[in-house]
């Protein structure tokens, strides 16, 4: 199965294998035609090491630890340093095999090593399959803000193998249901009716549905993508839906205890309360969505934070930070109806304010 991405400054493929012999064959055939380095994360490595290091040479395999700790301007400038000292050039590519912490690091350097070199996408996460690994954003944490330094720097392939997902764990597992279902919810009610026919499978973690679910998540973050590469219009900050209170409490953790995918959940509960605090959305529509959440065991309000909740006041604080605010205006992507979402929009503080001390009594 493939798909094709085409944006103004690059075209690629989206590659989907069920058999190892097609992805090897694919990944030989990178390393036949230009220098690759190989960047990975240590779990990863415990995982699919065995696997992988013999297609490489020992000076183009590269681990780094796990987590969203590496995602920092240290932890960039050793990667750079490896690279250079390893004789990456610019015309290397760059494999970043992982989720998206891996991704966003490895785009990032890529987009800036030698003013921009080419890299591949191998995601082994279903966030990253989902989402992350696909649309050319890449970044790292600055200060404790998420994804405060980046670019937008389009891999030239993005290769996705279904076994990968096996050895998710059940944190992982929910975090790139949570972006599969934004998906759904900001742009196909035909999605999101599969998405609820098929929850027995998908929460048995079959392969061949979870390749529907990722091939239809990726078709509408293409699409998208292919409109507005850099949000400029508003149409790409659609994707965004659930993210402006879901980055201020992966800050307000440290980003621990929670994902990505998490905290993009209980935001996504709080957007449709709060569209539906404004009128926007059907109140029928907004518990029909919230249930729907929980159906698949995700966290959906501020009761799932694992220690002292944050007061609104901290949380208004963090959500200004959000990049897609212009001014002081906190700006919400909110749903119209299931299936269609809104082009952000500034909501007053004090809108937000109030439904958020209304949410964080919400069950």
Known sequence: MELMVQTPTGHYPIKWFVHWEGFSTTLKDLLLQKPVFLITDQRIDSLYGKTLRPFFKKNQYITLPHGEAIKTLRVLEQLVEKLAKRGCDRSSTLLALGGGTVGDLVGFCASIYMRGIDYVQIPTTLLAMVDSSVGGKTAINFHGTKNLLGAFWQPKLVLMHTSFLRTLPLAERRSGLAEAIKSAVIADEDFLNFLKQNKDKIMAWDE????????????????????????????????????????????????????????????????????????????????????????FTLPRNLSYLPRKKPTVTELIRLMRTDKKNIGQNIRMILLRKLGQCELPQPVPEKDIAQALEEFRKFR
Request: proline letters at 1%.
């Open 208 to 295: 061949n549905v979870l390749q529907e679910l990722a091939y239809r998540s990726v078709k509408i973050k293409a699409s998208i993508v292919e409109k507005d590469e850099r949000e400029t219009s508003g149409e790409r900050a659609k994707l965004n839906f659930g993210h402006t209170l879901g980055h201020a409490l992966e800050s307000y953790l440290g980003f621990s205890h929670l994902t990505h995918g998490e905290c993009v959940s209980i935001g996504m509960g709080f957007a449709a309360f709060l569209s539906a605090k404004l009128g926007l959305l059907p109140e029928s529509q907004f518990q029909e969505f919230y249930e729907l959440l929980g159906d």
